[in-house]
Protein backbone atom coordinates (compact mmCIF):
# COMPACT_ATOMS: atom_id res chain seq x y z
CA UNK A 1 0.00 0.00 0.00
CA UNK A 2 1.35 3.64 -1.16
CA UNK A 3 0.46 5.15 2.38
CA UNK A 4 2.96 7.61 3.45
CA UNK A 5 2.58 7.32 7.35
CA UNK A 6 2.45 3.66 6.85
CA UNK A 7 5.87 3.92 5.47
CA UNK A 8 6.74 5.94 8.79
CA UNK A 9 5.29 3.84 11.18
CA UNK A 10 7.59 0.73 9.34
CA UNK A 11 10.89 2.95 9.17
CA UNK A 12 10.76 3.07 5.37
CA UNK A 13 10.43 6.99 5.88
CA UNK A 14 12.60 9.04 8.57
CA UNK A 15 10.85 11.17 11.30
CA UNK A 16 11.89 12.85 14.29
CA UNK A 17 9.67 10.55 16.14
CA UNK A 18 8.97 12.07 20.11
CA UNK A 19 7.20 8.51 21.24
CA UNK A 20 6.53 4.76 19.99
CA UNK A 21 4.96 1.72 21.15
CA UNK A 22 3.32 -1.48 19.13
CA UNK A 23 0.02 0.44 18.98
CA UNK A 24 1.01 4.07 17.92
CA UNK A 25 3.73 6.62 17.14
CA UNK A 26 4.25 10.52 17.33
CA UNK A 27 6.59 12.22 15.09
CA UNK A 28 7.03 16.33 14.47
CA UNK A 29 5.06 17.31 11.27
CA UNK A 30 6.90 18.46 8.18
CA UNK A 31 4.86 21.64 7.88
CA UNK A 32 4.51 22.81 11.18
CA UNK A 33 1.87 25.49 11.70
CA UNK A 34 2.28 26.27 15.70
CA UNK A 35 6.12 26.05 18.00
CA UNK A 36 4.66 22.20 18.53
CA UNK A 37 2.83 20.53 15.53
CA UNK A 38 2.93 16.51 16.37
CA UNK A 39 0.89 13.69 14.72
CA UNK A 40 -0.38 10.99 16.48
CA UNK A 41 -1.21 8.23 14.47
CA UNK A 42 -2.36 4.16 14.71
CA UNK A 43 0.47 1.84 13.28
CA UNK A 44 -2.85 0.40 11.60
CA UNK A 45 -4.21 1.64 8.70
CA UNK A 46 -7.23 3.71 9.39
CA UNK A 47 -8.17 5.55 6.35
CA UNK A 48 -10.46 8.36 8.29
CA UNK A 49 -11.91 9.05 11.57
CA UNK A 50 -15.17 7.35 10.01
CA UNK A 51 -13.50 4.16 9.46
CA UNK A 52 -13.28 3.75 13.04
CA UNK A 53 -14.46 0.40 14.39
CA UNK A 54 -15.86 -0.99 17.56
CA UNK A 55 -12.56 -2.88 18.20
CA UNK A 56 -10.68 0.46 18.05
CA UNK A 57 -12.28 2.13 20.91
CA UNK A 58 -9.57 1.21 23.14
CA UNK A 59 -6.84 2.38 20.51
CA UNK A 60 -8.83 6.10 20.33
CA UNK A 61 -8.54 6.03 24.02
CA UNK A 62 -4.84 5.00 24.65
CA UNK A 63 -4.38 8.03 21.83
CA UNK A 64 -5.81 10.64 24.05
CA UNK A 65 -3.92 9.31 27.35
CA UNK A 66 -0.66 9.02 24.79
CA UNK A 67 -1.17 12.90 23.80
CA UNK A 68 -1.39 13.97 27.58
CA UNK A 69 1.85 12.03 28.25
CA UNK A 70 3.63 13.95 24.99
CA UNK A 71 1.89 17.33 26.52
CA UNK A 72 3.75 17.24 29.70
CA UNK A 73 6.76 15.51 28.55
CA UNK A 74 7.28 18.72 26.18
CA UNK A 75 5.93 20.99 29.37
CA UNK A 76 2.80 22.65 27.03
CA UNK A 77 0.67 20.82 29.68
CA UNK A 78 -0.04 24.05 31.69
CA UNK A 79 -0.45 26.35 28.58
CA UNK A 80 -2.65 24.26 27.01
CA UNK A 81 -2.80 22.55 23.59
CA UNK A 82 -5.23 21.88 20.85
CA UNK A 83 -5.98 18.33 19.21
CA UNK A 84 -7.23 18.06 16.10
CA UNK A 85 -8.44 15.12 12.89
CA UNK A 86 -9.56 16.59 9.71
CA UNK A 87 -11.76 13.82 8.35
CA UNK A 88 -11.85 13.77 4.50
CA UNK A 89 -11.59 16.00 1.92
CA UNK A 90 -13.08 19.17 3.08
CA UNK A 91 -12.15 19.08 6.40
CA UNK A 92 -8.33 19.74 5.03
CA UNK A 93 -7.72 15.72 5.31
CA UNK A 94 -4.44 15.59 2.50
CA UNK A 95 -3.30 11.77 3.90
CA UNK A 96 -5.59 9.32 4.66
CA UNK A 97 -4.21 7.39 7.40
CA UNK A 98 -5.57 8.45 10.74
CA UNK A 99 -3.86 10.79 12.32
CA UNK A 100 -4.60 13.55 15.04
CA UNK A 101 -2.71 16.60 15.42
CA UNK A 102 -1.49 18.15 18.51
CA UNK A 103 -0.73 22.05 18.21
CA UNK A 104 0.64 23.94 21.04
CA UNK A 105 2.83 27.03 22.06
CA UNK A 106 1.06 29.87 20.87
CA UNK A 107 -2.68 30.94 21.01
CA UNK A 108 -5.01 29.41 19.06
CA UNK A 109 -7.53 31.04 17.25
CA UNK A 110 -11.57 30.42 17.48
CA UNK A 111 -13.31 29.34 14.98
CA UNK A 112 -10.65 27.68 13.17
CA UNK A 113 -10.31 28.40 9.65
P1 LIG B 1 -3.88 16.42 7.11
O1 LIG B 1 -3.89 17.59 6.16
O2 LIG B 1 -4.09 15.12 6.37
O3 LIG B 1 -4.79 16.57 8.30
O4 LIG B 1 -2.43 16.39 7.74
C1 LIG B 1 -1.31 15.83 7.12
C2 LIG B 1 -0.11 16.37 7.83
O5 LIG B 1 1.00 15.56 7.52
C3 LIG B 1 0.26 17.80 7.38
O6 LIG B 1 0.27 18.65 8.52
C4 LIG B 1 1.65 17.64 6.75
O7 LIG B 1 2.50 18.72 7.01
C5 LIG B 1 2.14 16.35 7.39
N1 LIG B 1 3.09 15.60 6.56
C6 LIG B 1 2.94 15.30 5.25
N2 LIG B 1 3.96 14.55 4.81
C7 LIG B 1 4.79 14.38 5.88
C8 LIG B 1 6.03 13.69 6.06
O8 LIG B 1 6.60 13.08 5.15
N3 LIG B 1 6.59 13.73 7.29
C9 LIG B 1 6.00 14.40 8.34
N4 LIG B 1 6.65 14.38 9.51
N5 LIG B 1 4.82 15.06 8.21
C10 LIG B 1 4.23 15.03 7.00
ZN1 LIG C 1 -1.37 4.00 6.21
Known amino acids: ?44 HIETLLD ?22 LKFEQRGYRVVVNCKEEAGQTIFHLHFHVLAGRTMEWPPG
Open 52 to 73: LKEEDKELIGHIYLIINKIAKD
Open 1 to 44: MDCIFCKIANKEISSNIIFEDDKIIAFHDINPQAPYHILVLPKK
